[in-house]
């Protein structure tokens, strides 16, 4: 049922997915997170989880662009 191609595809949108899910709730315990805990530690929890997921985001978009230029790097060999 799945192809190799399309397993690729989606575990890739699922990856970005997931690390701009963790942005988006690395910033809200950083902004809203001392009404549930304690300033420093909703602090810290917050922006842990922040970096992870601009850091990871940012190696996913970095090797789909260097796919990419390889890609295209071949098709020029080829011509």
């Known amino acids: 049922m799945f192809t190799g191609n399309y397993y690729y595809f989606w575990a ?3 990856k970005r997915t997931f690390y701009l899910l ?6 809200l315990i950083a902004g809203f997170g001392n009404r549930f805990m304690g300033e420093e530690f909703a602090l810290m929890v917050g922006f842990v989880l922040l970096m992870f997921g601009l850091y990871k985001s940012t190696q996913l978009w970095s090797s789909s662009q260097l796919d990419e230029r390889e ?8 011509i």
């Open 12 to 14: 890739m949108k699922m």
């Open 22 to 27: 963790m942005i988006a709730i690395g910033g």
């Open 71 to 78: 890609r295209i790097k071949e098709e020029d060999d080829e």
